[in-house]
């Protein structure tokens, strides 16, 4: 099992940026739907964007033009650029990794968007 770590996350002013990093223990290119969930207080875990192993993307619309996902599987690594960021983003993001007989979740990192 793929073992998944984020970093980049924490507390932004709203209109703010971030970065967050998912680095895998082995290779990505295996897995062919790598992506980003979100957790709100209080609120089930969500889909905030995927993204294939050629490249083809999808975004919740309350993130669509604001938030973009990229992968390096050279790097074995998933990025989620956020930008413009608002109060309601504020969530634990996960990373996940679905494959044949596969779905790992990272352990989550905490974004707070607030002034």
């Known amino acids: 099992q793929v073992q998944l770590v984020e970093s980049g996350g924490g507390l932004v002013q709203p209109g703010g940026s971030l970065r967050l990093p998912c680095l895998a223990s082995?290779?990505?290119?295996?897995?062919?739907?790598m992506g980003w969930y979100r957790q709100p207080p209080g609120k089930q875990r969500e889909l905030v964007a995927t993204i294939t192993t050629r490249g083809p993307t999808n975004y919740a619309d309350s993130v669509k033009d604001r938030f973009t996902i990229s992968r390096d599987n050279a790097k074995n690594t998933v990025y989620l650029q956020m930008n413009s960021l608002k109060p309601e983003d504020t969530a634990v993001y996960y990373c996940?990794?679905?494959?044949?007989?596969?779905?790992?979740w990272g352990q989550g990192t905490q974004v707070t968007v607030s002034a």
């Open positions: 996940n990794a679905k494959g044949i007989g596969q779905n790992s």
């Open positions: 082995g290779s990505i290119f295996s897995f062919p739907v």
